[in-house]
């Protein structure tokens, strides 16, 4: 939250150089539609965060290992971290349980700073569902939380098409700009695809890489029309709760839960479902 002056600064002058160019990639609504999700995260999180650094504190006194302190312990749990979020990202595509939380952040059509801050407000109850094993491992919870939130800093840069390609060494071991808008393309080429957040190297070596080639669709395969901040929020929840309820067995309600979201039972597909 500290950052959301820089945010701010940063949003104004690519919307200004977006503008000069002659295509200006922000939207009035949309934006107001990322602001509200942005609204909503940080009460949720001004309200729980005490609970998960006191939940990661208490599990840390039973650990297995002991993560050594300095720069290095540092540097290791900005990698573990990085590496714990390729595996959360994946099943929040992956998981429809978990993509309910994350399709809030894909609803936008257009790509800017701004839909780098449209975050779910479940988001933060199903990432502390990947991340509680950390303190258990023997890394310490307040470096979780000061790498968790530089890695939070690195993944807002990569949500523009202001900046094209960079230096090709430098595409093939970081995420970048170009790697993250294939990923929230809904090209049939781009859909699950480049989940890292810092490192692209987990996406090379688990199959799910996809070089940005043509020009990129953003949104959903199925795109939302609202920009209603409750049902941004919480629509794809209440279309997982409605399916449920008619589900004929628990083998069908399991496959609701956590099969992807592209392959749910066909008698309870919703037409307006969103999945991607």
């Known amino acids: 939250m500290m950052a959301l002056p820089l945010f701010a600064l940063l949003m104004l002058a690519e919307a ?19 602001m ?46 990085d590496f714990v979020f390729y595996w959360y990202h994946r099943a929040s ?6 993509w309910c939380a994350h399709v809030v952040h894909h609803s936008s059509k257009h790509m800017n700073l701004g839909t780098a801050l449209r975050q779910s407000p479940t988001g933060p109850f199903t990432k502390a569902l990947f991340y509680w094993p950390l303190p258990l491992l023997g890394f310490d919870p307040f470096v979780i939380a000061s790498a968790g939130a ?24 970081f995420v970048t700009p170009s790697h993250h808008r294939s990923h929230h393309g809904s090209n049939p080429e781009y859909v699950d695809k480049n989940y890292g957040n810092f490192l692209i190297i987990w996406d090379r070596l688990f199959g799910t890489f996809e070089p940005e080639r043509a020009p990129v669709r953003y949104g959903l395969i199925s795109n939302i029309h609202t920009y209603n901040p409750l049902k941004i929020a919480f629509a ?18 399991w496959k609701l839960w956590l099969m992807p ?14 999945p991607n």
């Not at 009460?43 to 993560?67: N, P």
């Not at 595509?93 to 978990?98: D, E, K, P, Y």
């Not at 979201?261 to 969103?274: D, F, G, I, K, Y």
Request: glycine letters at 8%; aromatic letters at 14%; zero cysteines.
């Open 93 to 98: 595509h992956r998981v429809r349980f978990f």
């Open 236 to 253: 794809e929840w209440a279309r997982l709760l409605r399916d449920s309820w008619h589900a004929h067995s628990v083998n069908n309600l």
């Open 150 to 173: 530089l890695a939070t800093l690195y993944g807002f840069w990569t949500h523009t098409e202001v900046v094209t390609k960079l230096w090709a060494p430098l595409e093939w071991l």
């Open 36 to 81: 509200s999700q942005l609204g909503i995260n940080i009460g949720v999180r001004l309200a729980i965060g005490g609970a998960l650094i006191g939940l990661h504190v208490f599990l840390y006194q039973f650990r297995i290992f002991e993560v050594p302190a300095g720069p290095w312990g540092w540097l290791l749990t900005f990698i573990v971290i």
């Open 261 to 274: 979201p592209r392959a749910q039972p066909e008698t309870l597909v919703q037409p307006e479902s969103n």
């Open 16 to 34: 200004t150089l977006t503008s000069l160019r002659g295509r200006n990639v922000y939207a009035l609504k949309d934006f107001g539609g990322s």
